[in-house]
Each structure stands twice: as structure tokens, then as C-alpha cells.
């Protein structure tokens, strides 16, 4: 039995994090066995690449670069975390996936689409999102919720980018959800915590509820 796996995309400050925590204690509570993770990360190989390219360390070498350290820390943390949590049947919660690639290094850094669909297919080979929560922030806003987080640690190196990048972002992650209807969501995040929590909710149970008539039919 396949577990599911339920990836959270957006920009920054977008709640995506606060969400996944109150997501995963309320799944443990309905009886599901319950992993989250995050990307870059997760796995302990995974977490070693997190630095080095949240740090800019790998900004000099190009985009590609980038991309290809990005694409290595999912392949790790697929086959050390993802995987094995799937087959055994765990829901399984995770902060930043595929979608972060495309538009990250794709739509907003330039990166030719087909490399990155290739590393994508290769590395995520038996762990394809069930269900993506895309939330959907004006970008002013979400700068100034991820400011107070930067007090104690200050913008990443993709953080840095001014708002013009941060909007062609915000259109590359809604226009994935257009596209994909099957498996994303968009969830308006500009709301207050107890309606996106209602949203994020409402679209998860509707993907259990649709899961589960297709796996009596
Ligand atoms: N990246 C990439 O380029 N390519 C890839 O393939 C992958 C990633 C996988 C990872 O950043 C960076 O890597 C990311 C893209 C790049 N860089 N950027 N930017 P990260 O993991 O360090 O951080 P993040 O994913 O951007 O998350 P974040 O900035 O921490 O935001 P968040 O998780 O969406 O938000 P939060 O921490 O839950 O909330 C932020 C604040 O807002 C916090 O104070 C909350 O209490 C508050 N909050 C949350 N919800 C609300 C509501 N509804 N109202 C008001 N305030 C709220």
C-alpha cells in the first residue's frame, strides 16, 4: 500500500511551514502516521547541500549549478525519507518540492525547462505529488511576514531578490496550478490563520475523500 504525499509550494512567508506543523498534528490526531519533511533538506545528505546553496555558496558557479545541487539534495532526500515513508503507507507532508525547482531555478532563474523536467523524472521516479497546496501571497506581504523571521538569521540567497523577481514567482507557481488541476490547490494565504487553516482543511479532506472512493472502487 502507497502512502500520499502532500508537497506545499509558494513564496516566502507564505504560512507554508506554519501550516505543515498544525496539518501534521491534526492528521496524527484522525489516526494517519504522519512524516514531514522539507526541501532543500530532509535527509542528512540533503541537509549537508541545504547550506550550501541557502548560503549563495553556489551562486558563483551559474544557475545550472544550482539547479543540478538542488535536483542531488531531492534525489537524497527521496530515496532516504520520502520513499521509504510512502511504501509504508505514511502520509507524508512536505515543505518546498518539485514545483519550488521549476519555479525557482526555472521560471524566475532561467533554467532550460526540459534539463529540469529530465533531473525532476529521474529523481522523484515513485514519489510523484498526490496533492500540491499552492499558497498564494501578494509578495509585499510575504516579504514583510518573512522579515520577522530573518531578525535572527536575515534573507537566504533567494530571499534577496527584489519584488519584480518575487511576482514572475507568484505567476509561475499559479500558472503550474492552472495547468495541473489534478493535483494542486491554490490556497489564498493573504487571509488570517484561522481561515487558511479552514482551506488547507477543506483541501485535504476532499483529496482523502476522493482517495478513498478510488481505492473501494
Ligand atoms: N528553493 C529553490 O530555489 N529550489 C528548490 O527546488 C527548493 C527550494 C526546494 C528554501 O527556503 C529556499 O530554497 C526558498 C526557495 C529555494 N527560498 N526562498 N525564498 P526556506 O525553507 O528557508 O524558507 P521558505 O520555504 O521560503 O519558507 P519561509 O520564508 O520560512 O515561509 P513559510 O514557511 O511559507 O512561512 P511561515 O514560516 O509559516 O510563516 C512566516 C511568518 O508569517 C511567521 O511569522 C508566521 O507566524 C506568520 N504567518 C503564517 N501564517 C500567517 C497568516 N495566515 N497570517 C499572518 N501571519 C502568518
Request: glycine share 8%.
Amino acid at each position: 500500500m502507497r502512502g500520499h504525499l502532500i508537497t506545499f509550494e509558494g513564496g516566502e512567508g507564505a504560512g507554508k511551514s506554519t501550516q505543515i506543523s498544525r496539518l501534521a498534528e491534526r492528521l496524527e490526531k484522525d489516526g494517519h502516521k504522519t512524516l514531514v519533511t522539507r526541501e532543500p533538506g530532509g535527509s542528512p545528505g540533503a541537509e549537508a547541500l541545504r547550506h550550501v546553496v541557502l548560503s549563495g555558496a553556489a551562486e558563483r558557479f551559474g544557475v545550472e549549478m544550482e539547479a543540478v545541487l538542488f535536483a542531488a539534495a531531492r534525489s537524497d532526500n527521496v530515496e532516504q525519507v520520502i520513499k521509504p515513508a510512502l511504501e509504508a503507507g505514511k502520509t507524508v507532508l512536505c515543505d518546498r518540492y518539485i514545483d519550488s525547482s521549476r519555479v525557482y531555478q526555472g521560471a524566475s532563474g532561467g533554467v532550460d525547462m526540459v534539463f529540469l523536467l529530465a533531473m525532476e523524472q529521474a529523481v522523484t521516479e515513485g514519489a510523484r505529488p498526490d496533492l500540491t497546496l499552492m499558497f498564494d501571497l501578494p509578495p509585499e506581504e510575504g516579504l514583510k511576514r518573512a522579515a520577522k523571521v530573518w531578525a535572527d538569521q536575515g534573507p537566504d540567497r533567494f530571499e534577496k531578490e527584489d519584488l519584480v523577481e518575487q511576482q514572475v514567482r507568484r505567476d509561475a507557481f499559479l500558472e503550474i496550478a492552472e495547468l495541473e488541476p489534478e493535483r494542486c490547490v491554490v490556497i489564498d494565504a493573504s487571509k488570517n490563520l484561522e481561515d487558511v487553516n479552514k482551506q488547507v482543511d477543506a483541501a485535504v479532506d476532499a483529496y482523502f475523500g476522493k482517495a478513498r472512493k478510488k481505492a473501494l472502487a
